[in-house]
């Protein structure tokens, strides 16, 4: 049953009669319609009249209306208005450009502005390779989209798109201070998108992909890594493997087992599970098995894809031909970038003892937390209200932050190891447990440490 969450948190503005009892009453029934009260405020009130501001936390759209319902419903009270927390937070949008320097008098405008400015075009005009040091290039990202992937909602387009990529560039400046900037494109043209971004591309240190629909998201880095002379890097495939191989550094060391001696199993092979079959084998795996909706990738599976066939080419030693289900059996470890509710507790049980379970489909991970906890030893998903969220943001604010510092020109895939890496060693001996084998995302530590891994790669 689903929970009352703070993604749908909503403000009641309540006009009821002047007593106590009239407030305790409303209280009372919002709880009883399943809101989870977070405070009531006074807003207005008279000698018979009070005007009552109730917050409470719902699960749905829907059950904030349910909620005003069993308000209205009750006598003397009246609902004026409701408001939702999360739309409210969008308004307007969520991030902003503020000057660094001074603009008082007419001394600073003839040095930030003309005729000032002039002086520091012509030096990059001769010397272009200074733009990164006397321009915001030496600290600014764009975040690019075409809208054809957004969390689970699919393509809705780069309209639709842009309170997401919004919320990145507020984690990149919130958690690195590196300053990014929405880039959402309306166009789904790979040619054209690579066109684009190299044209925009003298402004920024740094491209951050998001949210390009799989196999074109492969295309488009690897053409842009190649042509462009600052890192690109695709977050949905390599901040997800990043954040993975760390999480999984660590819960192998709770049920004491090498990297090179499991066997993996990965549910989903498209961007985010091709980046993490990659990069679990940079740092030393062995033994891993890809499986799509149909089951194992095996040499008869080959379908022309170049992405599909390297994994085929790399992976699966033994040759399974199964399901998922029955590739589970005797697995160490599960890894699901795929879809909700396509395993059970039952299924999780026939892995090895010890288990290790990373289920990271969104909303809904592949198999109940719950029920997985019930014989696996450690248990990881993409959300937030359970142990171990496995969130992007570990990862790219800090590598960013390191690749910017840096100057990089590029970005390697020894740089994501380290930046794994870096991550995990977070998470002291003394503070590891089977609950707690990444830190938690507020850590300020993880992004210090990953931006100093990838400073010395680079």
Known sequence: ?????????????????????????????????????????????????????????????????RV?????????????????????????????????????????????????????????AE?????????????????????????????????????????????FKEFANVDAWPVCLDTKDTEEIISVVKALAPVYGGVNLEDISAPRCFEIERRLREELDIPVFHDDQHGTAIVVLAALINALKVVGKELADVRIVVSGVGAAGTAIIKLLMAQGARNIVGFDRYGALHAGTRNGDEHRSWIIDHTNPEGFEGSLKEGLARADVFIGVSAGDILTGADVARMNEGA???????????????????SAAVVATGRSDYPNQINNVLAFPG??????????????????????????????????????????????????????????EA
Do not use: W
């Open 68 to 124: 005003r319902a069993a308000l209205d419903a009750l006598e003397g009270v009246r609902v004026l208005k409701m408001s939702d927390s999360t739309f409210l937070m969008h308004l307007g949008g969520k991030i902003e450009v503020t000057a660094k320097v001074p603009l008082k008098t007419r001394r600073d405008l003839s040095r930030a502005y003309t005729p000032g400015v002039a002086r520091v075009c012509l030096a990059i």
């Open 399 to 456: 590598l960013f932050r390191g690749l910017l510092d840096a100057g990089a020109s590029h970005i390697s895939d020894e740089m994501l190891r380290v930046a794994a890496v870096a991550i995990a060693e977070v998470v002291g001996d003394d503070e590891l447990n089977p609950a707690f084998v990444i830190p938690g995302v507020f850590d300020t530590r993880v992004a210090e440490a990953v931006a100093e891994a990838v400073r010395a």
């Open 356 to 374: 290790i379970v990373f289920a990271l489909a969104n909303p809904t991970p592949e198999v109940d937390p719950i029920e997985a906890g019930q």
């Open 127 to 171: 010397k272009p390779e200074d733009a990164r040091r006397l321009t915001i290039k030496r600290n600014t990202v764009a975040v690019v989209t075409d809208g054809t992937a957004v969390l689970g909602l699919g393509d809705i387009g780069p309209a639709a798109a842009l309170p997401v990529m919004e919320g990145k560039a507020a984690l």
């Open 1 to 65: 049953m689903a929970l009352p969450s703070p993604s749908y948190t909503i403000t009641l503005r309540v006009e009821v009669p002047a007593s106590q009892r009239a407030t305790s009453t409303v209280v009372a029934a919002v709880a009883e319609a399943g809101g989870a009260v977070m405070g009531v405020d006074i807003a207005h009130s008279t000698n018979t009249q009070l005007v009552v501001d109730v917050t409470c936390d719902t699960v749905d759209g829907e059950h904030g209306e």
